[in-house]
């Protein structure tokens, strides 16, 4: 009877433990619930507002336009400054008490973006002011050259096409000026920057960068390192191979190459070495409609951001390219300035890349997770579509070549990707790196920094007794911190998605020359396992459920450096 009773009154004891578990459940879920639409009658409307102004200032370059875009981002801002309101997320996060799969995942997604504004008000206004201000003298620089101002566009054509070594160089020069313009001023925003990060608890803004958007620090490093050394000898083969190629252009000999040589501003991109002229099949082309014929080959819709889009060069307007989501709700928006080349094929297809995947996310998910897994998620389906421009195959099936056309450029264009890939493999090193010892020491001197990792990771020479910054002539420093890694983390999934899609949905093992055209099947995959998921998953098990394994390096090397 004893042991009935005792028995009896532990069964008693563990019903009034659950029952109190539940009771704690249903409160914390309940004020979770009440605390999230509370924060979307607030977002949504500011949001759009704020991205909206942002949009327009981007086109006009309008004093008047970024003063009211910083106004507004400010607002935004402030709504996750709220002491109380992270409080609140912070009691429910500690409790552990909530066990809804969706709700959980909508407080982590809120609790890092209030975490990470748990700073004075006057901080972030101070903040938002400088990049704005920043970001303005970049939207209104103009190289001056030779007495001509030079948009962005235009130092790429002489980089590209001159072959005069003095030509060359006043053009590069040019563009660096912006770096004096605004370098004072990014030192002293990565210093502010720092000092939120720190009081926030975190080491670094660059670490807190990466720890809130789930990524670990020393993981990436770890990643960096590998891709350093599958990269660093194969990319010494094909830079002896760009080298020959520019001492033969030039007319100069291989201790003369400088920074001004390799047809591209931060040799970022691949030279033009190989007999596949990517440009020609371009020039005569309307690039707006082979990028949106591709797209409904596939399945996929852009017409209506076409309709939003501003896709070509005006004075004052921004001069680089980007995608925005202006409402969560399908207002999707495409900046471009537009030539019919190579590059802006290229950037459409990436652009556009960017586009889908906002677009097809499931609008029935809760606003907070109406947003790619990742940033570097969204960054790996923009590549995979970029990438399309360099592929003969892709551009037979858009009608720019036929089949002979195809055998005579495929092994050339081959090669023109992988040189890219590699090119721009080496130039990611050198971003996250700058970066990562930038935020770690802002008061080094980070000119010779910058040209110390160019030279490791590049293999290109310091100019001789140049000491300029010309780090800070590269915005995403400034506009877009701690961002570039992603970059080539969205290079691996891309190689990662192009194997699955190839084996599983084309059925194929030539994983080089795909374009999926035609293909409703591939439009289908990617919007059903990975656009329409938007946040709802952690980036690394959207990834496994939807190519069967988490990200890896493997199918990267095996597309490109094995």
């Known amino acids: 009877m004893k042991s009935i009773a005792k028995l009896l009154l532990t069964a008693f004891t563990v019903s009034l433990l659950l029952a109190g578990c539940s009771n704690k459940t249903e409160k914390m879920e309940q004020e979770l619930k009440d605390f999230i639409t509370n924060w979307e009658q607030k977002v949504e409307p500011l949001q759009k507002a704020a991205y909206t102004a942002y949009w327009d200032a981007s086109i006009s370059g309008r004093d008047e336009d970024y003063a009211r875009s910083e106004q507004l981002q400010f607002q935004l801002s402030s709504i996750y400054t709220n002491a109380d309101d992270y409080a609140l997320l912070k009691k429910i996060k500690e409790s552990g008490a909530v066990m809804d799969t969706l709700l959980k995942r909508q407080l982590d997604v809120l609790y890092s973006a209030y975490l990470s504004n748990q700073i004075d008000t006057a901080l972030l206004a101070k903040r938002i002011k400088m990049e704005v201000e920043i970001e303005k003298k970049y939207s209104n620089f103009r190289a001056e050259v030779n007495g001509k101002q030079l948009s962005d566009n ?55 960068s990466l720890e809130l958007s789930e990524q670990n620090p020393d993981d990436i490093s770890k990643l960096f390192d590998e891709l350093d050394l599958l990269t660093r000898d194969a990319f010494a ?26 047809q591209n501003r931060f040799f970022q991109e691949a ?29 996929l819709d852009i017409t209506d951001m076409l309709q939003n889009s501003d896709l070509y060069e005006k004075p004052g307007k921004n ?52 947003n790619p897994a990742h940033t570097f998620t969204t960054e790996a389906i923009a590549m995979i579509f970029g990438r399309m421009a360099a592929n003969p195959a892709w551009m037979q099936d858009m009608g720019l070549i036929d089949s002979a056309g195809r055998a005579a450029v495929a092994e050339d264009a081959w090669k023109v990707l992988r040189l890219e890939q590699l090119t721009f493999s080496r130039w990611a090193q050198v971003m996250y790196r700058f970066e990562k010892s930038m935020y770690e020491n802002p008061d080094q001197d980070l000119n010779a920094l910058w040209w110390t990792l160019v030279e490791k990771y590049q293999m290109i020479k310091k100019p001789e007794n140049r000491n300029e910054p010309d780090w800070a002539s ?29 084996a599983n949905i084309i059925g ?55």
């Open 271 to 299: 030279p033009a070495i190989y007999s596949a002229d990517l440009d020609k099949y371009y020039v005569n082309q309307n690039i707006e409609k082979l990028t949106t014929d591709y797209y409904a080959s596939i399945g």
């Open 319 to 370: 001069q680089h390219a980007y995608c925005i989501d202006i409402d969560n709700a399908g207002d999707v928006r495409i900046l471009c300035n537009i030539k019919p080349n190579y590059n802006w094929m290229n950037t459409m297809m990436h652009e556009f890349g960017h586009g889908v995947y906002d677009k097809y996310i499931d609008r029935n998910l809760p606003f907070s997770l109406r």
């Open 237 to 262: 083969g094909l830079k002896d191979e760009i080298d020959t190629y520019l001492v033969n252009r030039l007319k100069i000999t291989k201790d003369e190459l400088m920074p001004w040589h390799y």
């Open 508 to 562: 194929s093992n030539d994983f080089r020359y795909q374009s999926f055209y035609g293909s409703k099947e591939t439009g289908e995959y990617l919007t059903e396992k990975v656009f329409k998921p938007g946040a709802l998953y952690y980036w690394n098990d959207m990834i496994e459920k939807a190519t069967g394994e988490k990200l890896t390096a493997r199918h990267y090397a095996d597309q490109f450096v094995n």
């Open 154 to 208: 235009d130092v790429e054509d002489v980089l590209k096409t001159s072959v005069n070594s003095d030509e060359l160089r006043a053009a590069w020069e040019g563009h660096k000026k912006v770096g004096a313009l605004v370098s004072a001023d990014i030192i002293h925003l990565v210093k502010l920057r720092n000092q939120i990060a720190q009081s926030l608890g975190f080491k670094n803004y660059h670490a807190m």
């Open 474 to 502: 590269k915005i995403h420093i400034a506009t877009s911190p701690c961002y570039y890694h992603n970059y080539l983390l969205g290079e691996l999934l891309a190689s990662q998605l192009n194997h699955y899609i190839t």
